[in-house]
């Protein structure tokens, strides 16, 4: 082979590693986007999706979204398997596995386990629209997951609410 493109070839391959190695390095050491802090420590303390223990400084509480939470769902008059799936945005077949369900028969008032975005804790003051808006989903969505009719009356401070996943 000609020493030129040999040179050539032995410059790009160095190139293509030098590229892959600071880019592998850079994803491994950078935060994702939904697990940086946003901000002060006050206002995560409050809006935090993670439960922090009394003894953890303010600094540590961080929010981001797991996605494995469970949250437990009680069935409505009339509401069929497919509609509960449909209402958090999981696969009807998951919601049958996670419950050991065989068949897709349910009972009004059966409990039914769903993963879920996230449970939050209804900080002071705060209102639907503005929990709607920090994990990106409808207001409606939120409403319909936690069978909530009257916001303005349902969520109130210190209430925990499940936040669906958002539709893809």
């Known amino acids: ?13 160095m190139f293509t590693a030098a590229v892959i190695y600071f880019a592998v390095d850079i994803m491994t ?4 986007p939904w697990r940086r ?6 206002s995560l303390a409050r809006d935090s999706t993670m439960a922090r223990p009394a003894s953890a400084p ?7 979204f797991t996605d494995n939470e469970t949250f437990e769902y009680r069935v ?6 497919g509609s509960i799936a449909e209402k958090f945005h999981f696969p009807l077949d998951s919601i049958r ?8 028969n349910i009972i009004e008032n059966q409990k039914l386990k769903v993963r879920v ?7 002071p003051g705060e209102v639907l ?19 909530i009719t009257k916001p303005e009356r349902q969520v109130q401070e210190g209430k925990t609410i499940a936040i669906p996943r958002p539709k893809k």
Do not use: C, W
Not at 1 to 13: Q, S, T, V, W, Y
Not at 117 to 123: D, E, F, K, S, Y
């Open 129 to 147: 629209g503005k929990i709607a808006r920090k994990y990106g989903v409808a207001e409606r969505a939120i409403m319909e997951a936690n069978n």
């Open 76 to 81: 409505r008059k009339n509401e069929v398997l």
């Open 97 to 104: 596995l996670l419950n050991g369900l065989s068949l897709d």
């Open 58 to 64: 303010a600094e540590v509480v961080t929010t981001f």
């Open 117 to 123: 975005r996230a449970l939050h804790q209804v900080g």
């Open 29 to 32: 050491r950078t935060t994702p």
């Open 37 to 42: 802090n946003r901000g002060n420590a006050d």
């Open 1 to 13: 082979m000609d020493p030129k493109k040999r040179l050539l070839l032995l410059i790009g391959a």
